[in-house]
């Protein structure tokens, strides 16, 4: 993955883990599958979604892929799944798969495209494709990071760190993947998520999209780059009595081959 599998912390992702577990369920909800023999959730981060897997097709093998070293070994304490540190890039399975899932991971990859089409030929006939990723990459909370990444003050730094536009429209997911002979279920949603706490939408984006910031600053110069951004997006999302508001736009698509 395009990303330094070594950047990621379990906890501090997990802060929020209903609000980033939502999407996960509802893409879910979408899979048709009965009773799959084999399942695997390909950048499955601390492992607790993976579990929910395991619960629901109990007569499946199921595998976790990540490239984080730290959140593999956060979810070892999942029985009946198998664990791995690896490149979602580089993953073939044994055989054909019946059921492949990808929560909030593929946008990290750059040839994601080809990779999901990669994907598809490897399931079993009428086996099922589900991802979900970002559509928020022109929400304040990118487009101030991408802003102040390319600033002069940060320039020298951070160009580069930051992406625009990585995840195409629903409507090319499903497009790319009903030409493979798929049947294709498209969607998008936008979560006014309400957050609590101070800088709290600050404190989401530690878990994400400052991930790649955070870890090309030393820590004197990470905390002036918090000072400057967070100071934005307050602006960005003020806080109100019930909380801050931040709207947080999702992309899932779910595939089923041709039987």
Known sequence: MSRDASTWDPRQYGEFANERSRAFFELL???GA???ASVADLGCGSGELTAVLAERWPGAA???ID?????IQAAGKYPRVAFTVGDLAEWAPDGPI???ISNAALHWVPTHRELAARWVRTLSPGGWLAFQVP???GAPSHTILRELCTSPRWHDRLAGVTRWNPVAEPAEYLGLLAGLGCRVDAWETTYLQVLPGTDPVLE???GTALR?????LDPAAAAKFLTEYGARLRQAYPATPQGTVFPFRRIFVVAQRSP
Do not use: Q, Y
């Open 212 to 216: 790649p910031v955070l870890t090309a």
């Open 62 to 64: 199921v595998e976790g």
């Open 204 to 206: 989401w984006v530690k």
């Open 67 to 71: 490239s984080s070293t730290e959140m």
């Open 34 to 36: 009965t009773e799959p």
């Open 135 to 137: 559509g928020n990459f």
């Open 29 to 31: 909800g979408r899979v």
């Open 98 to 100: 019946d059921v492949i």
